[in-house]
DNA sequence: TAAGTGATCTCT
DNA sequence: GAGATCACTTAA
């Protein structure tokens, strides 16, 4: 096996843990009989009640309900008004958490992934598999610990120093990127 | 450094 | 209903 689509089950873990974990995998969006795909380099955690920084700290809205979804559906919604942000719902009912994807090789920034991908609120509150044509899939690539990054998260100066500095944020080093794909057809950038 | 953009949330 | 805010990007 080459490689799979990551099951509801991944999702179901706690944000951080999924978070580690999407880093290397790659998503994939199929439209209009067209597949992209490409490996995630950057993710930032947004997870509980507790978390001054995630849109659930205030409690359940109409805008931010899929993030208290079970894990392995997508939360989608407008920023700025132009820019979509792309975030994957993790862990139990009830319990709000999501990760936002903010970049893939070749796109650093959560905007421009979504906006040169095509990617919208459409998808919010979908499942992540093929019938919604939106997905990630492990391909088999390891990312050493030692090549990510952690950093307080982008643009949450309002939560407060404690939320705000909280080292959420993780990304490949972007120099080492090139060095992590596999060699072997069939596998690498291509989808 | 600041404009652009509009849905959403929190007050009246 | 009105006003502020916002998990951003781009062009200067």
């Not at 951080?16 to 795909?37: C, D, I, P, Y």
């Not at 970049?103 to 990617?119: A, E």
């Not at 100066?157 to 939320?163: F, I």
């Not at 909280?166 to 690498?188: D, Q």
Request: net charge positive.
């Amino acid at each position: 096996m080459r490689s799979h689509i990551l099951p509801k089950a991944f999702f179901m873990q706690s944000a951080l843990v999924v978070a580690h974990e999407l880093l290397g995998k790659f998503l994939v969006v199929s439209k209009n009989g067209k597949r992209r795909s490409s490996m995630i380099t950057e993710i930032e955690a947004y997870d509980g009640f507790e978390d001054k920084a995630s849109h659930a700290a205030r409690g359940k809205t109409l805008r931010n309900a899929p993030m208290f979804q079970e894990g392995g559906i997508w939360y989608v919604y407008l920023i700025y008004g132009m820019y979509n942000m792309l975030n994957v719902v993790t862990g139990p009912r009830a319990y709000p958490a999501a990760i936002l994807i903010r970049g893939v090789d070749g796109i650093g920034g959560p905007g421009k992934l979504t906006r040169l991908w095509g990617i919208t609120r459409f998808y919010n509150g979908l499942p992540l598999n093929q019938s919604t044509g939106l997905w990630i899939e492990d391909r088999g690539v390891v990312i050493p610990q030692k090549l990510i990054t952690k950093s307080p998260r982008v643009g949450v100066m309002y939560a407060g120093p404690v939320w705000a500095q909280k080292p959420y944020r993780f990304f490949i080093c972007p120099s080492e990127i090139n060095a992590l794909y596999f060699k072997e057809p069939g596998a690498g950038k291509s989808a």
